[in-house]
Nanobody, 124 residues
Framework: QVQLVESGGGLVQAGGSLRLSCAAS????????MGWFRQAPGKERDFVGV????????NYVDSVKGRFTISRDDAENTIYLQMNSLKPEDTAVYYC?????????????????WGQGTQVTVSS
């Protein structure tokens, strides 16, 4: 079993920054690739970005490239999503997710464990 707990969400003005954290525990083989997804009201839960098991490679959806950065601190069992230059369209509930994959999965089906989500609201 893997447990994931997100924190760091909140209300921020457009152009501002937030850093989300995801505290992970449980079997390490089940949380190699760590991803972030987001879900806006009335929409699907969409892929935002992923970091591989070594922390050396990341992949992002085009809409956040250059603005969002994922990192991991395995000593602290924590994954971070640094979000800069935030836009109103970034408003959503953000979820971290764990996958046993040694690659960079983007599909929700590749992730077996999910956090409870944290709300990010960007005002214009």
């Amino acid at each position: 079993q893997v447990q994931l707990v997100e924190s760091g969400g909140g209300l921020v003005q457009a152009g501002g920054s937030l850093r989300l954290s995801c505290a992970a525990s449980g079997r390490t083989s089940s949380r190699r690739a760590m991803g972030w997804f987001r879900q806006a009201p009335g929409k699907e839960r969409d892929f935002v970005g992923v970091i591989n098991w070594t922390g050396s490679v990341t992949n992002y959806v085009d809409s956040v490239k250059g603005r969002f950065t994922i990192s991991r601190d395995d000593a602290e069992n924590t994954i971070y999503l640094q979000m800069n230059s935030l836009k109103p369209e970034d408003t959503a509930v953000y979820y971290c997710a764990a996958s046993p994959s040694m690659g960079l999965p983007t599909a929700r089906s590749a992730y077996n464990y999910w956090g409870q989500g944290t709300q990010v609201t960007v005002s214009s």
